[in-house]
């Protein structure tokens, strides 16, 4: 009768454990909505949004002609291409965090994680 408790009890911890690991995912999955993305900018306006989880390569043209090439993989965003004379936003490395930026002032581009 004892062990019979004890048992009820471990499946009843056990139970527990796998709603609150189940609610925890439910709620980790939620709380990522709306997804990261990554926001592309010219001069303040906003041109396209990536979502941060799709590997993409995209290639952002301002308007003098400078380009910069985007590319978004493992869920970081980078830029791997730039006609602008510093490379700056080139050395500026992979960006995967919200708040996290990569400029480039010669072409007045903005890379934001939103
Ligand atoms: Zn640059």
């Given at each position: 009768m004892k062990e019979n408790k004890k048992r009820n009890e471990f499946i009843l911890i056990g139970g527990l454990l796998l709603a609150a690991a189940v609610f925890y995912g439910i709620f980790r999955l939620s709380a990522r909505e709306p997804a990261v993305y990554v926001d592309i900018s010219i001069d303040g306006q906003t041109i396209r949004e990536f979502p941060l989880d799709q590997d993409t390569e995209y290639v952002i043209e301002s308007e003098k002609g400078g380009i910069n090439r985007l590319v978004i993989e493992d869920g970081a965003a980078r830029i791997?291409?730039?006609?602008?004379?510093?490379k700056l936003c080139i050395s500026q490395g992979s960006a995967s965090e919200r708040g996290q930026t990569i400029v480039c002032l010669p072409n007045r581009v903005v890379i934001t994680i939103k």
């Open positions: 791997t291409e730039a006609s602008c004379p510093d």
